[in-house]
């Protein structure tokens, strides 16, 4: 054999062995290089240290862990842990282990629509959350993850250029759900996956955190595939008060469940982070008139600060969401004595009203306010405090109405000659369904000259003297106990007659409270019967002998009732002889 060719044939297997070495030191080198990038990526997320190996390993073995809370989509929060994302597909993503957890373990149920809610707004077919189901293995041929460190609170703004929708839809369900959860801190990081971009109202959102909030086309930036180590999907509903016609025309939502004591715990929160304080305020009394500045404007405004200012001897400004800081307006409004405002988002702003102001709501000429009260059931809310007056441009010649405008902005150029002059000749806009009515849309962007007398007359029958805000006691509806020790003792008069004596003693709670009038409701209910016999007694014992039979047991049910309408808890049944 020739020496030289197994000199070459050596030569050639060792330098393909070098290269061979020289390539897989290269793989290595990229693989770290890459998970030193993906953990780069994650740390510009957070503060956090990310071991990255770990993390993936973690994700590989464990898979994704959900735990949720609520029986139904439409009230339904979900904790997960290794819930990720893939802003390819735009889909969030399950990945299944044998030691994944899914609860509710739904099925199919899960599409039926959803598994939850994205947004407070209940029960809408553009707000459906749901996930796309993979094995853990196929995080073998998928882009590297790069890992949240972040505890996440995932949601979607309903619509986030109203600033009625951004404080009722939004920020104040986020709030709650954050006080819901104890790690979903100021240090807990927003993202809103609606789609919408940043919108004019987005420092507001900023408040409620300490990180930036991330919208869903910045976290293609971040990478192809992000895992949130930990995270919360979907918002509380339980303090929204109005509906807003999807389903039936709008109105206060059937089971309302928020007070004004939560919502001004949130006010003070906001107020508090807009470095907003009332120490050392001016002591002057004064009203504001909230100005708009694009449509459905008030004709007549400098001659209605006038009148007011005049009427009840105060000073009155004038603000506008176009030319004021919200912080500005927030200052200005959480002082003021009076609110004056046509209908429109910006009346949600009533809610840094101090107690014992008054809300004056301006409706178009057609427009019945009975019809749209958003504003009236946040003022009337139990522990809100404020005085809500309504009045309604009657005269149609005090209206200006644009029929050529866009039909957004109003316009029905676009609807046939008979619909048109039918909506023209109309008195009062029907009920209807959110949200492209024509009928109400013309009204609502059309501009009105004040009745001011009218106005006036209308304030004066509830704001007998001069406006002002009150210091009031805590006003909360405190309920009474169960009763206690109650007892029965029967006695027969013969064959026919009997008597059944109840008697118990006042719940715990009451001799802490002064309450104006103490009732008890008394049920008694021959067993076997499906009727009872309610009674309403003022003292802590009685005799029943009416219906009343000897050789029969009774069950006996008390309760005390507060003030007429608080209702306390029944007390457990009594089972009575005779």
């Not at 910045?218 to 339980?238: A, H, M, P």
């Not at 805590?474 to 008069?493: F, I, M």
């Amino acid at each position: 054999m020739n020496i030289a060719a197994v000199f070459n044939a050596l030569l050639v297997c060792i330098l393909a062995a070098v290269l061979w070495k020289y390539i897989k030191l290269c793989d290595h080198a990229a693989m770290v290089e890459e998970e030193l990038l993906l953990m780069r990526q994650s740390q510009e997320l957070s503060e956090a240290q990310v071991d990255y190996h770990a993390a993936l390993q973690a994700l590989v073995e464990n898979g994704t862990r959900m735990v949720c809370t609520g029986r139904m989509h439409t009230d339904r929060i979900c904790r997960f842990e290794s819930l990720c994302y893939s802003t390819e597909a735009e889909e969030f993503v399950y990945f299944h282990s044998n030691s994944s957890v899914m609860l509710p373990n739904l099925g199919s149920r899960r599409f039926q629509p959803a598994l939850l809610d994205l947004s407070s707004v209940e029960d809408h077919n553009t707000q459906y959350f749901n996930f796309v189901e993979l094995p853990a293995a196929a995080l073998k041929f998928m882009p590297k993850p790069v890992f949240v460190p972040d505890v996440a609170l995932i949601a979607n703004r309903f619509n986030p250029d109203n600033l009625m929708h951004v404080f009722h839809d939004d920020l104040l369900p986020i709030y709650y759900t954050m006080q819901q959860f104890s790690d979903l801190d100021l240090e807990a990081r927003l993202f809103f996956m609606e789609g919408w971009s940043e919108g004019v109202h987005f420092d507001l959102y900023k408040l409620l955190s300490n990180k930036q909030p991330l919208l869903r086309e910045e976290l293609k930036t971040l990478g192809r595939l992000l895992c949130f180590t930990k995270s919360y999907v979907g918002l509380s509903k339980i303090t929204t008060w109005y509906q807003y016609g999807f389903v039936q025309p709008q109105g206060p939502k059937a089971n309302i469940l928020v007070s004004g004591n939560e919502i001004r715990q949130f006010t003070k929160f906001m107020m508090q982070k807009l470095n907003i304080s009332l120490e050392g305020s001016s002591s002057e009394e004064y009203i504001v008139v909230f100005s708009r500045t694009i449509n459905r404007l008030i004709l007549n405004e400098a001659e209605l600060i006038l009148a007011l200012a005049q009427e009840f001897q105060m000073k009155t400004i004038s603000v506008s969401l176009e030319e004021h800081s919200f912080s500005d307006i927030v200052r200005l409004i959480s002082n003021a004595s009076m609110l004056v405002s046509m209908h429109g988002a910006q009346l949600v702003m009533s809610l840094f009203l101090p107690r014992g102001a008054t809300v004056v709501e301006l409706f178009p000429y057609a427009i019945n306010p009975e019809h749209y009260t958003p504003y009236k059931t946040l003022a009337t809310l139990p522990g809100m405090d404020l005085h809500y007056i309504a009045w309604q441009n009657t005269a149609r010649e005090d209206t200006v109405t644009y029929p050529d405008r866009p039909w957004d902005q109003g316009g029905i150029a676009h609807l046939d000659k008979a619909e048109q002059e039918r909506i023209i000749q109309s008195t009062e806009v029907p009920r209807h369904l959110c949200c492209r009515n024509p009928e109400w849309l013309f009204r609502a962007y059309q501009d009105t000259k004040v009745n001011i007398p009218s106005l006036i007359h209308v304030i004066r029958q509830t704001v007998k003297s001069k406006p002002g805000p009150r210091k009031q006691k805590w006003s909360g509806s405190l309920y009474p106990g169960k009763v206690r020790d109650a007892k029965c003792q029967a006695s027969v008069q013969g064959t026919s007659e009997a008597k059944l004596a109840v008697s118990w003693q006042i719940p715990w709670n009451l001799r802490y409270l002064k309450v104006r009038e103490v009732k008890y409701e008394v049920w008694i209910q021959e067993q076997g019967e499906n009727t009872y016999m309610p009674y309403i007694l003022s003292h802590q014992n009685h005799t029943f002998s009416e219906n009343i039979k000897p050789f029969t047991i009774y069950l006996v049910w008390i309760r005390c009732i507060f003030n007429k309408n608080l209702l306390g808890p029944f007390a457990d049944v009594l089972l009575c002889s005779t």
